[in-house]
DNA sequence: CGTCGTTACTTAACGCCGTTAACAAGACCA
DNA sequence: TGGTCTTGTTAACGGCGTTAAGTAACGACG
């Protein structure tokens, strides 16, 4: 069983290694030589598993899609019945996900468009896989007449905007020092909630 | 007067020369020696009127804050009786501004922290200024009994980050392309305002 | 046993990049 | 006239993503 590391076993190696220096480091610090150093290969063996430095930071793009929807699933799930409190636990889940993993945010929705262009088409559909959770929430309340929405396609990428909006904000440390984290994400949360249920007073 | 190029003349080539390649080619493409290129410099003239690429870029982040501030003052100075009429302007010319001008946006929204390390603080107060002015929207809302907010402040940022977030990701194509633009724009701004305006029926 | 193809990995190199050091030519001024 | 400041240059450094070429180990097969 000990035997040495596999094919697949450095291929696993190199996207937790750069998962790791993406936190420790960040982005910018990271290159294909850094990574190599980090597990004790030369750069080019990088190669023999990803195409090029995009395609690696796909992959770890891919798993961090996975877990943001996990984490929204679960949020989900933990209010099956009433869409306006599953719409507000999911916001809380996707801005504390954006939060509690800048970097993985960082590459998943800040990368820049030139970096996705060879972006498999299909990917991004999973992607808007996690959209699907807040849309179904949607639905649900306009069922339910406690949420307004002409269309709800549209709706969730409202919503999808503000939460992003924020994350994005104070990940980038671009909001006045004097508002408190919480204080801007439970405004957010209030203001898309409201933006949504007419009929919500609080 | 048709003398030779001054230094100011310089300064001043490099940083429309950068600005228009900037809107040509993306910020991916720029490169110091790209830009020295254009104008027929050398890429180390620069080095002379710039202390390095974060410098260059810095001051066009200033000329950008300058021109989103035109512009919104435009917006508020056409409504000037009525808050709710001038926030969605507001709203209205902060998302103009953004899809019309990308490039501007990226460098100066979605420039990267670590490269707003060397950004004098002064000029992030300057920046400011732009939410002043939603922010004295706000207020006058509020004052006026049409509005309603705990805090203005945070109420600022959250609408600045619905509108920040909306501009992103349509600028990184990350929407569902069945969505059209002006209907997630104005759904954005009709989320925003109903998120400030409780008597609002729209 | 020997050879052959495959796999896994290396070093060397190419052409970029931002940036610095060293130097040259003209302007200005004592 | 000579010295210094300004404005520009070329050459170089170390780093980047990526490719080309080579090598060493290994399993299969005659």
Redesign the interface.
Known sequence: MAERTSSADLRRLILDTTRHLLVEK???DLSMRKIAKAIGYSATSIYLHFENKDALFHALIEEGMERLLAELKQAEAAHPGDPVARLEALCQAYVHFGLENPEYY?IM??L???H?ARYPADKFRRA?RN?DVIEAALIDGVNQGVMQAT?T???T??????????V??LN?????I??AHK??IA??V???L???C?SLER
């Not at 990428?157 to 924020?166: E, F, Q, R, T, Y």
């Open positions: 960040g982005y910018a960082e929705l800040l820049h468009p030139a996705m808007r959209l269309n396609r549209v709706s990428s409202v919503i999808w905007a503000a939460l992003h909006g924020a994005s904000l980038a440390k671009r909001v006045d004097r508002i204080d801007l405004e957010t209030r203001h898309t409201r933006g949504c007419p």
